[in-house]
């Protein structure tokens, strides 16, 4: 059990040192946290958490596992543990030979081995399967086996390299809950990485978003949704993503108009803005598919007419995918709503649940 | 009547299986005669000089070459106990020596390069270094160089190192035979080990080293023993070397054989028998290994 501190961290790989895969990445993982790394595929998490387990050297700045350096530790020294995207059996051992073989190495006795494999078999249902050589294992059964091996030592912490990435969905499933049970009954300081943001959303105590190697931002999982700092976490975050439009601002008395093509959509007043000088004259503007609201009538202002393109109703909840002004926008509908192709439908946008990002940097604008 | 018809029924089904099972048969017959043809082809230089070996003198140099002969073990005793039993007896007694050298030689070179050669090829296959894949062509270019043409700049060197006609130079000098090819062999199977296996193993706990010995090398095994073994064949026939760099001392059987090529005469029975003797460890070693040759040389072929 320890906390995680990366301080200013970079990998650089071949030798131009402008190429960086990951860039400055400054965090801190306290102690006993879950923390997950979440980002597209090459943005540099999983080289973050190889780092992390010394299996890649670290270009620059430093790592730190509670107070001590181990920049310099090897993944021996460092007591790490870890579960492989691809599982990395040991292919000529057991199941049991597979799990036993960390502490087998520490020298337990041969007791404790038993008692901790008890424990681990019964943790991960893998009590039939302990006799078995990995290659007559189904993937499902491969998977349980490399957590349990990554879980049945006393590291100081637990890494996880998108290991349910091969599984299927209802087994994936089954494995988030499993691996948040474990992570209740361990009080493990543990480090997950993944692409997919809805494990990350279940499992996470906070999420550190990535993109193209740099931190994009770390919170809870309810902070990264609500408030993301910039247009990519925005649109990471959620399915189906947030709609962004790309809108020009005029001022109209007290107002700021937001345009979509010659078309009012939302307006703002000008007291909410934090600095007019600064706020440009064009802006993205994002709004997740469930807060777009559908209306009835067509002559409330502000309404916008909309063509409906694919509506699909996946039981508890209906996707609508409309063309508005040239642009497709996915909404989130109520199941008891039907829609049919091409007919013309009215939203609004109500303008507490718009987000503003500055069309060149990305980053958010505030309103007061 | 109503019997007749049924038998008559059956034969017609027989005629139609039978046009069937006459492809699959054809098929099989073909096989058969390639299988032959090949079998032929590479065991009857074998089978010849087995039968020469049993031979005495007349018999092997009679024209007609006779088929049905007595025979006679002459030729063995002659080359290994060196027993004079008629009139042109062997001039060459020290054959036992001659094999024992080839055996120092062929098991030393292979053991030399097994540690050599596993190491190298492990840090080719996993480590990245400057200069990696022009040092490994290299490696791969001792091997497709004529012997020849390296030969003589190699006598040269060894004369003045002392190296002439000693066993170590002749273990030296035959790495260019055996080390290429074990490095490329192994290179190709340490390859095939997932990456994320050692990574396991050393997140785990082990060293480096630890990591190399007891997960890494142990799933080389039968890329191990198919090297082994070809190296082994590689160095046990080699000639050309052996004939520059050797000389009386540490002449191997391959030079041997060419003593019995005498002033007056060929002794051919005895250099037949000495054939003979000096393919039995190779086929021993094959045979043994035959298993884990197979699947070492198809290991990349047919995974899927």
Redesign the interface.
Known sequence: MAEVTLENVKKIYGRNPEVLAVKDVSLHIQDREFFVFLGPSGCGKTTTLRMIAGLEEISGGTIYFDKKTVNDLTPQKRNVSMAFENYALYPTLSVWENIAFPLKIRKWNNDTIRKKMEWVAGALQIGDILHKKPFELSGGQQQRVSLARAIVREAEVFLFDEPLSHLDMKQRQLMRAEIKRINKDLQNTMIYVTHDQKEAMALADRIAVMNDGKLQQVGTPFEIYENPVNEFVAGFIGEPPMNFLNCQILRLNDFFELILKKQVIAKIHQSRLPNQELFPQFVRVGIRPKRIQITNSENKKDALQAAVIVYESIGEKGILKVQLLGEPIYLITEPNQKFSKGENIHLSFPIQYLFFFNPETGERINLK | MFRIRKIFDETMEQDVDEMKKSKIKLTGILRVIGLSAYFTFALTPIIWILMMSLKNHNDVIATPPKFIFTPTIENYKAITVGMKSYAFESVRPDFPKYFLNTFIIASFTVIVSLFLGTIAAYSLARFSFRFKEDIAFTFLSFRFAPELMVILPLYVVFQKMHLYDTFVGLILAYQLITLPFLIWVLRGFFEEI?R??E??????????W?VFRR?SL??VKPGIAAVVVLSFIFAWNNFIFAMILGSERTQPITLGILGFIGYERVLWGQMAAATIICVIPELLLAFFVQKYIIRGLTFGAVKG
């Not at chain 2, 990574?199 to 480096?208: H, K, S």
Request: no cysteine; proline share 12%; aromatic share 12%.
């Open positions: 997932p994320e296996i990574q396991a193993a050393r997140v785990d706990g082990y060293t480096w630890g997960i142990p799933l």
